[in-house]
């Protein structure tokens, strides 16, 4: 089953969605779609929650650390510690993403 579709999203706006009980902040980038836990490592915020994309990352609203959809690597204070990335797959227009394990190997935030 499909965890969201292609057509719900739109570009370089995060997305919102649970997987498997795990919160997930996918986003479009033209033709490809990142997913990210959607927890901000640094106090735990939503990134969706009014995050903003740049370039190929997104930035928490509450505090402003921007993490790399690629590697959920911080590139500014006040987060520290990364947040988990997610293989996604696109067939058509489902999107399904695999939370079992972290591509990047980051700590699932606790919450
Ligand atoms: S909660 Fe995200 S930067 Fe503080």
Redesign the pocket.
């Known amino acids: 089953m499909a965890h969201a579709r292609l057509s719900d999203l739109e570009d370089v706006t995060p997305y919102r969605v649970d997987v498997d009980g795990v919160p997930v902040c996918l986003v479009k980038l033209g033709d490809d779609v990142r997913a990210v836990h959607d927890t901000?490592?640094?106090?735990?915020?939503s990134?969706s929650e009014g995050g903003l994309v740049f370039g190929n990352g997104v930035e928490?609203?509450?505090?402003?650390?921007t993490f790399d959809l690629d590697t959920g690597k911080p590139s500014s204070l006040?987060?520290m510690t990364p947040i988990p990335t997610f293989s996604v797959s696109v067939e058509g227009d489902d999107i399904h993403v695999d939370v079992s394990t972290a591509t990047n190997d980051a700590p699932f935030p606790e919450h």
Do not use: D, I, V
């Open positions: 901000c490592s640094h106090q735990q915020w990134l928490c609203s509450l505090h402003g650390s006040p987060a």
